[in-house]
């Protein structure tokens, strides 16, 4: 994944890409443009093309679905991260709306109260609207069940997971002291803070505790300030942006995954860190992680709030067995999930479509923040 500020959903997107196009399907992914990779490659016989930047990337995208070359695809995979790309005003195509989350929690995080608004209403009711005949894939049954409530007929509405990818690294066992990873873009609504004031709460009673954030966004600096003022600067390391086998190496040094999000569709996070068995703490209302997470087999879940989330974290610290205990739980439920799996499943989606869909060329696999 080129893109510093991807997340899981770019992940899912890009794997899921790789998988169809493994199995012979002609794939297509038109993104934003960035820095990092050029405006058109193919990876992995994935093509990408590049286009516009965070908000010009949906007309942008329109309008490439309008060429010629576009006409004859057989499917449309829509990426509906909050802002949609509106594909059946573009092309008469079949969409497949692909849906992470539902974002009615996150638009007042992000952005002021009447951009807040406005984006509501795009996502939960101008949205169901235009997709009103697709067909939906989300990666959870929370966010079908979140789906459903905006009208979404669940008949319409199909769970395809992520799936579960391990990687080798020299670092076989946890670090020798007490160290936090958080794993992510780094924005608002991700509520790293939560894990810097567990740092600064819990560092009286374990003296040697450290926290590792790994990942890149733009909120990086405010958190950075965040760890000055509670005084634990010297206690974390930002890590940026850095390639899978660094980032597999801080998972496996780690003795807790702290997840304070404020949503998530399902936690890729959460089953990164469970390969390795890592247990994860994080916030039952978040969602999706009620089914990544097995609340107190493979992590704990908190109904409460920033307080109990450091209480949470603080105990399983402390108690070393019931740590082992979930984390080895954790990376046996890890084994449950496959990308070969959940790939069958979205193909078997795609070809059930209409009898052009057995061609499957899918153009329009996109990708937010790229």
Known sequence: ???????????????????????????????AAHDQAPDRETIDGVTFIRQGGKLSVYQRARRTLRKKDFAHADVVIDTHNGIPFLAPWATKVPVVV???????????????????????????KLAPRVYRRCRYITVSEATRSELALLGI???????????TRTHETSIQKPADHP??????????????????????????????????VVGDGWWMP???????????????????????????????????????????????????????GVPTVAYRAAGGVCESVR??????LVDGGRDDFIAAIGRLITDATSRQQ????????????????????????????GPAAHNAKTPALRLRGQ
């Open 222 to 276: 405010q958190l950075q300030r965040h760890a000055q003022n509670m005084g634990v600067a010297d206690r974390i390391t930002f890590t940026g942006h850095i390639d899978e086998q660094a980032k597999q190496a801080e998972l496996a040094r780690a003795w807790i995954l702290a997840l304070p999000s404020l949503k998530e569709g399902w936690g890729l996070v959460v089953m990164e860190a469970a390969a390795r």
């Open 98 to 124: 692909l849906v992470h989350h539902v974002h009615r929690e996150q638009w007042p995080v992000v952005y002021d109260p009447i951009r807040a608004r406005f984006g509501w209403w795009v996502e939960s």
């Open 1 to 31: 994944m080129a893109n510093p500020e991807g997340g899981g959903s770019e992940v899912y997107l890009e794997t899921i890409a790789r998988g169809l196009a493994e199995r012979g399907h002609e794939v297509t992914i038109i993104c």
């Open 153 to 163: 007929g669940p008949e319409r509405i199909s769970v395809v997971p992520n799936g």
């Open 179 to 212: 160290h936090l990873v958080v794993l992510g873009r780094l924005v608002p609504h991700k509520r790293v803070e939560h894990a810097i004031d567990a740092v600064a709460a819990l560092r009286g009673a374990f003296p040697d505790l450290t926290l590792s």
């Open 295 to 300: 609340d107190g087999e493979t992590g704990v």
């Open 326 to 353: 979930l984390g080895a739980a954790a990376r046996l439920h890890a084994g449950n999930y496959s990308w070969d799996a959940s790939v069958d499943q979205f193909e078997e989606i795609l070809l059930a479509i």
